[in-house]
Structure formats: structure tokens, C-alpha cells
């Protein structure tokens, strides 16, 4: 079932049509990146989604329940993390939280025992007593993130939170993601970085201008068009005469020598084609061939290109 369903919405400020009727779906434990450049419509999208923004016209279900609708329902199971941090000064890391728990009907050992918890999860326990302007960009994304979990939400909706951060920060925020992915969490997350989604997302969601413009998993973007087939580097012993024989054989194959003794092949196939099993057909028709192959492995293109080539298509 979907816990998402967001059906044609439209959002305008003004002249500017921030979204423009935009339709997808988030399925339950799917960590979906939605991509988009700056003011493609990210936030407007997600505040609409976390009750903040009331859409021209269209609708979402959360849980199959209509923002507009169940708005307070809704906010219990959303956990939103916006892409600025509204601290308040003079409150250090756990009053912080502990002021949030309370705002959210916490009480007793339950908020204690959840203030715990998301202490502990966010390494946050040893900088409870810190002053909030205190803390540095990645602490400061731990603590949001962390108040985004009080109410122990089935969905969390994260607007840009790498943003800013170091490579070390970026690692340990990747790793908070995928430890709430295995607690069964569903994400929403926005970047206009796409190889930091990639790498955290297992479905990604491209918007431009209001409107969807792709969808599917990394790997299926990485490989999305890839000039009509595979292209593999490989490097092989000898003389390469073998390799030369097997090449002839090979009607939908095609090489180039690179440097370094090194060849790039270009497999031509069937889009229907499951593209492991046309490398599998092929490392097993070398090995066939008695071509001693050393090094095999796929060219994936870098996802903005592919990014870049899909927004192409399109003007
Ligand atoms: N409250 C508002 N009033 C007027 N215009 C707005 C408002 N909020 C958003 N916009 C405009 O709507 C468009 C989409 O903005 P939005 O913040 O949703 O984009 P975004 O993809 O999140 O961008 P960014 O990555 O820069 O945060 C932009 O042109 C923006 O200027």
C-alpha cells in the first residue's frame, strides 16, 4: 500500500507556479530522493505534504488520510525537518528536545525514555547540556533531525539535510538515514545534490519547474540511456589475439583501445533486456573463448549527467 499519494497539485505564489500538478506515490520503507534544482518546487511540495501549505487545487493522502482533511492526525505520523533550523536561544541540546516533547503530549517516563533514545541515536547524548548556537552545521542537522523523531512518525520528510555539511557530517547524516530505513521508516528526502541521493535513496523522484520529470532507482537513472547499450572497461592477457576473435564473433559489440592496456566495449541490447544478464552472457562468452580477462566493470555515468540529458529530452 502506499503511504503516500499525492494526486495533481498545484501551488502558486503570484505569477510563479511553484508546483504544477505534480503526482507520485511513496510506498512503505521506500527512501525516495526528490531532486530539483533551486526553486523547482522541493519545499513548496513538502510543506503541502507536512500540513504547512494548502495546495491550489489537487490532493494528498498521508495513510490514506487527506491533509486538509486530518490535518492533526496527519502531523502524528509525519515527522518534518525543514531546511532551516529554528532555534531558540538561551536552550541548550536536551531542553531543546525536552520543550518539543512536551509540544507533542509526551509525559513522564515516555518523554524521558524517548529524549533518551533520540539522544543516543543522534550521538547527541554527550552535547546535551550545549547551548543550540553552539553546536556546529552537523550537530545542528542531528538535532533537527532528532526533533523530526519525537513523536516516533512513520514517514519523515527531510528538506535538504545534507546541506552544508562537511564529507565527515554527510557520512554520519547517510548513516542516521539508513539506520531509520531499518527500522522501517519511510523518507522523503530533497537535495539539489544528486550523488548524495543516490547513494541514500532507493528510488528518486526529478522535478523541474513543478513537474515530475523522472522517476525510478539510481540505478536505473545511472544506466537510463546510456547511448542505447553498456559500456564496460575490461583488460585481458596476451596479445589480444583471442580477444580480436572473440570481438569478430560479436556482432552487437563494439571496442576502443584506452590506455593502459585497457579496452572500453560497447554492448548494444534490447531495452527489454535485463542489462546483468546481457554482462553475464557476455563475461560467459569470453571465458568461453578462452580470453583471460583480468579486469570487467561496468561504466556507470554520473548521475547529474543523466539528470541533465533527461531535462534535454524534454526542451
Ligand atoms: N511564500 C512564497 N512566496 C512567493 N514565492 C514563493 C514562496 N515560496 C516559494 N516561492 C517560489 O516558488 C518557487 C519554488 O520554490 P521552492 O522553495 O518550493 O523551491 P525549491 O525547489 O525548494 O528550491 P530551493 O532548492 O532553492 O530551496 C520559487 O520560484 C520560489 O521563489
Known sequence: MSLVEVDSIYRAFGNVQAV???????????IVGFI???????????????????????????????VLDHPREVRKLIGWMPDHFGGYPNMD????????????????????????????FTDLDVLAERPCDR??????????????????????????????????ARIEFKNLVRLLADRGK???????????????????????????VHQGTADSLKYHKAEGGLTVRMRCNGDGLRFDQWLAGQTHIKATKKDDDMLEIHITHDDNKDSCLVLAETIRSL?????????????????????????GDLN
Not at 530533497?190 to 519547474?209: K, P, R, T, Y
Not at 571465458?287 to 580477462?293: F, I, P, S
Open 20 to 30: 504544477n500538478g505534480l503526482s507520485f506515490s511513496i510506498d512503505q520503507g521506500q
Open 36 to 66: 530539483g534544482a533551486n526553486g523547482a518546487g522541493k519545499t513548496t511540495t513538502m510543506r503541502m505534504m507536512v500540513t504547512l501549505e494548502v495546495p491550489d487545487s489537487g490532493a494528498i493522502r498521508i495513510c490514506d488520510m487527506d
Open 93 to 120: 541540546v536536551l531542553e531543546y528536545l525536552d520543550f518539543y516533547a512536551r509540544a507533542f503530549g509526551l509525559k513522564g517516563k515516555e518523554r524521558r525514555r524517548q529524549l533518551d533514545d533520540i539522544l543516543a
Open 135 to 168: 553546536l556546529s552545521k552537523g550537530q545542528t542537522q542531528r538535532l533537527c533531525l532528532g526533533r523530526a523523531l519525537l513523536s516516533d512518525p512513520e514517514i519523515l520528510v527531510l528538506d535538504e539535510p545534507a546541506a552544508g555539511l562537511d564529507p565527515k
Open 186 to 212: 519511510t523518507l522523503f528526502i530533497s537535495s539539489h545534490i544528486l550523488s548524495e541521493l543516490g547513494e541514500m535513496c532507493n528510488h528518486l523522484l526529478f522535478i523541474d519547474q513543478g513537474r515530475q
Open 287 to 311: 571465458v568461453e573463448a578462452k580470453v583471460e580477462v583480468f579486469e570487467f566493470h561496468r561504466i556507470e555515468r554520473r548521475l547529474e549527467d543523466a539528470f541533465v540529458d533527461i531535462l
